[in-house]
């Protein structure tokens, strides 16, 4: 089963981190949720604080299936940190799947990632991210994987399920829970 | 503004649980989460552990005016739980919000909440409860919400602000989650 990385910062939004980490283990998918700061407690932009598996330090020399951003105004600190921006171009470099969620996508664009592709990200980052697709809920191209904001989790967490996995297993989460 | 309680125990379903508790706050609700146990570290079905603002034993005595009950394998120990049936009733009995999703109804009939009622819940409780609305995604009964599970979280959760609140203030925070 492929194996996914989550990165997490204070102000991450909720229903965006936590419904492709469901999804995907409900899928069988190894999730790995690393925090940015040095500890496990991670608290997001509607108050809800979550403990994480690790952190970006123990894991930011390995290699993961794929990278996941949710949005939230803790996108802030994912674009600060030189470790994202490291393990961003090394995951793409290695032909591995990057997928981003509502303002996350500004992530890939400041590390060059989006140049010449086809994405979706939250209308309220419009002004930065000038391509952004708006009539799609999910965004492929390639090994990039966008969605706009945590009213299109869902449709984002099972399109995930059905590139690392299979549109079957895709259906049959998506059945379980009466989607 | 009105104030909701959410009854937490080992194994709930995160996207049934966080859902809510985030289109709740985003509206200016104030919701309460509270662990069954005596601590504020309750994990999840999938794995997730999150923080509680406090515990049932501190708010049993308190009146809210919604109580929401989340699904998933842990719907088991609100079933066993006297103090999750006298909220129950006590909340009935003054004519507050009773609500749940997934398998959470099963609870509401247990403590006789659902006898006359129009209702839903998950599939997977149809031999409890012969009654289900299987065509709703959400169903309202005078005070009664019930939903079917992770994938009409969203729906459950938008409805509940429309009826806790308004409907502007739904399409408001629908809107700006990109819904």
Redesign the interface.
């Known amino acids: 089963m492929p194996n996914v990385l989550v990165l997490l910062a204070e102000g991450f ?3 965006e981190t ?2 492709p ?3 995907l ?2 899928a069988g998918v190894e999730v790995i949720v690393a925090a940015l700061v040095d500890g496990i ?1 991670v608290s ?1 932009r ?6 994480t598996d690790t952190t970006v330090s123990s894991i930011e020399t390995r290699l993961f299936d794929a990278i996941f951003l949710p949005g939230g105004p803790g996108v802030k600190h994912l674009r600060a940190d030189p470790r994202v921006r490291g393990l961003l171009e090394r995951h793409a470099a290695a032909e591995r799947w990057i997928t981003a969620i509502c303002a996350a996508p500004t992530v890939l664009h400041d590390a060059g990632l989006l140049q010449g592709r086809r994405y979706t990200a ?2 309220s980052v419009a002004n930065e991210l000038a391509d952004i697709v708006a009539t799609e ?1 999910v965004v492929i191209d390639g090994l990039l994987i966008t969605s ?5 989790a ?1 449709d984002f967490a099972l399109q995930l399920v059905e590139q690392l996995v299979s549109r079957e297993k895709a259906a049959e989460v ?1 059945a ?4």
């Open positions: 939004e909720e229903i936590i419904t980490i469901d999804i283990r409900r407690h997001g509607s108050g809800i604080t979550l403990h939250h209308p809920r706009r904001g945590a009213g299109t869902l998506a379980s829970i009466c989607a």
